[in-house]
């Protein structure tokens, strides 16, 4: 065995920074979400917005990476990415997806589980004015997803696009621009010594959440 191998074979450390209790959970999951997203900003988690968006294509091949999460509430997740990248592909023939949450510094995770839609246009307008220069550029220059031949083509095409754009406005490409995952279920994770984890299920049902623990 190589010593990575062993090295990650071995290694167990406990959890042990807090649990999670039903007399102290929120009444609704979008509540629970903000409290806990709060805790991971005050506690400076690492990439406390990055998320894990797993799609499906049409044939039923999941993919996943890690996104922004640039909005949330009332249990509307937003992000903001290319319309003809991968994802979106997987996404105009299967509007399931799922989102995991990781802040190790919490010992937390959070999986939501929602169906997706494209944002409102005027959201992703405001979303892309607000933007640098530079991410502006970016988006409209990165064929995302694409195979490209060379890193000097993707900087020639920077080029040709700041160019282009000199002394003009910016405006939000239309192969650019948000979604918006509504979620229907949630399942919140506290770490917990020995492996026994807190881990506490919502799932939306005709009129209010099911909330169930689930076995670690
Ligand atoms: C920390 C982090 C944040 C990212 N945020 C975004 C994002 O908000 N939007 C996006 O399109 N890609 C983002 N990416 C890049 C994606 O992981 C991915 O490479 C890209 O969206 C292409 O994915 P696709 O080919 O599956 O569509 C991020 C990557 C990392 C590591």
């Known amino acids: ?18 649990e999670l209790s039903e007399t102290t959970l929120h009444k609704t999951p979008d509540l629970q979400f903000e409290h806990w997203m709060k805790n991971a900003i005050d506690s400076k988690a690492n990439e406390f917005m990055a998320f894990n968006l797993c799609t499906v294509s049409k044939d039923h091949k999941p993919a996943s990476r890690i996104v922004y999460l640039r909005e949330f509430g009332s249990n509307q997740f937003y992000f903001y990415t290319n319309y003809n990248s991968r994802k979106a592909i997987d996404i105009s023939g299967n509007k399931n997806v799922s989102l995991t949450f990781f802040w190790p510094e919490l010992e937390r995770q959070i999986r939501i589980e929602g169906t ?49 754009f000199k002394d003009k406005n910016i405006e939000r490409p239309k192969f650019w621009g948000g979604y918006r995952i509504a979620a229907n279920y949630y399942e919140f994770w506290q770490g917990r010594k020995s ?14 959440w099911k909330i169930e623990r689930l076995a670690p």
């Open 116 to 164: 997706i839609e494209f944002a409102e246009k005027e959201k992703s307008d405001t979303y892309f004015n607000q933007r640098p220069i530079e991410s502006k550029i970016g988006a409209w220059s990165s064929p995302q997803s694409e195979p490209i031949t060379d890193r000097n083509t993707l900087e020639k095409l920077v080029q040709e696009t700041t160019e282009k």
């Open 195 to 208: 492996r026994l984890h807190d881990r506490i299920a919502f799932t939306l049902e005709t009129n209010h």
């Open 1 to 18: 065995m190589s010593n990575v191998n062993q090295h990650i074979s071995q290694l167990r450390e406990d959890f042990m920074k807090g």
